[in-house]
């Protein structure tokens, strides 16, 4: 590891953005087959063995279509705001530990850093909506502006408890914190702490709904909605630059499932304290990932009312006492 | 306050429950039928098009030409032709187009058929490019049955 830090960034970057990009399309595929089992319906199956080939496929007639730029729209904030999307998902992973060794850049603020990026995620889809000139973009756009506001706080003060409990805001280090088995694990550190094992996991609970909410996931898919508005902020958008917004979001996913994989569930420590490595973190990353599918194929699209009622009435209440009881019980015992 | 926390818990529990039953869906075999490469067997009283029913001594159409189903039919869908070959006392059919178009499945032609020479088909895959794809020669079709 001591390759000149320029080639280092770019080999890492040119690792992320091919990691993210065949994610998108596999998750795309798993998105897929994941709502025709849960329908009982087989899914895509015909482009490829298991239809796996399928996302490819929409992916080339998605960019053989025409970039087409409406006449009303601003030219420059509708071609950035796709970008402004993707963009910070790609970033954020620098900082994601894949394993000990597996990671872009140890940084001591990776935390910090990842919670920075993500709040640009925002502003892409205000721009978006906002640069469309058209009202229903403005309007989705807005709605998804006050839902990432209400859910970053909750987030990110369930944030603060792990930050309080490890001390640290180096990822690498929060993982290491947690090696030894699964009762060391933030989400029920039973080995650490019993009374914190009792409030860790409504904290996870938290955290989750949370990253499904700031990534525009069903049932918090207000923004894009696509059943009502017509995939609400991207109404204006064709081809590629919808497919854009599309890898941002599964992007986002992952950074968010990645996330609470490091801060809840060990990262890559084994659950028995055996082998920890990538394997593992690869395996409870996808574990998320596919609950997230099967929370979106469970639930109908909340209203937005229930929305905000949800993050200001429940979730901000609650992690703000789990925030509490935390420093208390820290600070006691 | 009470309604709060019956709302929380009551919520969340309700939330189990429906993921609970999404995965329990997700391991149950699929139900749905492959269309274009399975199909459904039509039950027996399935109404599709008209069809001739074949004289299973002659190989030919049981149809004695009596045109009673041309008259039957409210819609005039179906038309039909018959000659009397050479040295022979009966008429043999030539002709018997069903214009589907019309067709309403009344199925007042085969209630009307005295000898039984038309019976529904459990034909339901009809899709075509024109209009003129429903006009069947129903003749042609019984050959091509055999
Ligand atoms: S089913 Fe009714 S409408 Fe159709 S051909 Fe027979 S008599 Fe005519
Ligand atoms: S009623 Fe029956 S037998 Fe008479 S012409 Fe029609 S199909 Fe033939």
Redesign the pocket.
Known sequence: MTANPVVRLLISLLVVIGFIAFNAAFLVWVERKGAGHIQRRIGPKEVGPYGLLQTVVDGVKLMSKQLFVPDHVDPILFRVAPLLILIPAVMSFVTIPFSDVLVARKIDLGLLMVFAFASVNVLGLLIGGWGSGNKYAVISAARAVSQNVAYEIPMLVTTITIVMITGTLNMNEIVAQQAGGFWNWNILPLGKNFLLAAIMPISFLIFFICSLAETNRAPFDMAEAESELIAGAYTEYPGMGFGVFFMGEYANIIVGCALATILFLGGWQCPFGLFPGVHWFLIKLYLLIFTVVWIRWTYPRTTIYGLLNLSWKVLIPFSLSILLLTAAILKVL | MSNYWSDVLGGTKSLAVGLGITIKAFFQPVVTMQYPREYVKMTPRFRGHID?VKNEETGG??????????K?CPSGC?T?A?KKPEGSKKKV?TE?TLDFTKCSLCGL?VE???????DFSKEFNLAGPSREAYVFDLIKRLKERS
Do not use: T
């Open positions: 001739l159409p049981k149809c004695i030409v009596c045109g009673m189903c041309q039957a179906i039909l018959g059919l018997y032609c009307s058929c005295k000898p039984g020479a038309i």
